[in-house]
T-cell receptor, first 109, second 114 residues
Framework: GQQVMQIPQYQHVQEGEDFTTYCNSSTTLSNIQWYKQRPGGHPVFLIQLVKSGEVKKQKRLTFQFGEAKKNSSLHITATQTTDVGTYFCAGGSARQLTFGSGTQLTVLP | DSGVTQTPKHLITATGQRVTLRCSPRSGDLSVYWYQQSLDQGLQFLIQYYNGEERAKGNILERFSAQQFPDLHSELNLSSLELGDSALYFC?????????????FGPGTRLTVL
């Protein structure tokens, strides 16, 4: 079945540093979604990418979808303590969202 | 607040027992999804219901079952519980039947099997 790999598993950064998490799928995806889960919370939808090569920005967050629609990345510029949490990518097909294992981001003040 | 509600928040039970987790989707959402989140497995898709009918199945054990009622709330039944079933169980909902639509997650039910 479809597998979605995500790296790194953990990332510690100093506040103000940049952060990137990468996502790779074993199959071509209909779309890719990104979710953020704060400690003790539930996943919250951030964004959806649909088109090959698509790039979307939300303030300090930049999301990319690969040309082959099999990989994606999330880049955060100048991290803040509010960025703490686990970031999940999720590969979409009509019948199932397959979540990556997540990248747990710690931001040190 | 996503608009998705789940009860109970916490559940502690013993091995071999059966429990029922309940989920009410956002108003207007017809799809309900169940996920299991454990430390070593990440978020695993279990099952999806759309407007009362089972639409997709993921890694759901035979000891687990679910249903969606006419008022669109859903229940996940876990039986013959084992220690390894201890996890966070999330319900999510979306408007349409396609899993690649944005999903709204509930706060989760933390199940502890002793």
């Amino acid at each position: 079945g479809q597998q979605v790999m995500q790296i790194p598993q953990y990332q510690h950064v100093q506040e103000g540093e940049d952060f990137t998490t990468y996502c790779n799928s074993s199959t071509t995806l209909s779309n890719i979604q990104w979710y953020k889960q704060r400690p003790g919370g539930h996943p919250v939808f951030l964004i959806q990418l649909v088109k090959s090569g698509e790039v979307k920005k939300q303030k300090r967050l930049t999301f990319q979808f690969g040309e082959a629609k099999k990989n994606s990345s999330l880049h955060i510029t100048a991290t803040q303590t509010t960025d703490v949490g686990t970031y999940f990518c999720a590969g979409g097909s009509a019948r199932q969202l397959t979540f990556g294992s997540g990248t747990q981001l710690t931001v040190l003040p | 607040d996503s608009g998705v509600t789940q009860t109970p928040k916490h559940l502690i039970t013993a091995t071999g027992q059966r429990v029922t987790l309940r989920c009410s989707p956002r108003s207007g959402d017809l799809s309900v999804y169940w996920y299991q989140q454990s430390l070593d497995q990440g978020l695993q898709f279990l099952i999806q219901y759309y407007n009362g009918e089972e639409r997709a199945k993921g890694n759901i054990l035979e000891r687990f079952s679910a249903q969606q009622f006419p008022d669109l709330h859903s229940e996940l039944n876990l039986s013959s519980l084992e220690l390894g079933d201890s996890a966070l169980y999330f319900c999510a909902s979306s408007v349409e039947r396609w899993a690649y639509n944005e999903q709204f997650f509930g706060p989760g039910t933390r199940l502890t099997v002793l």
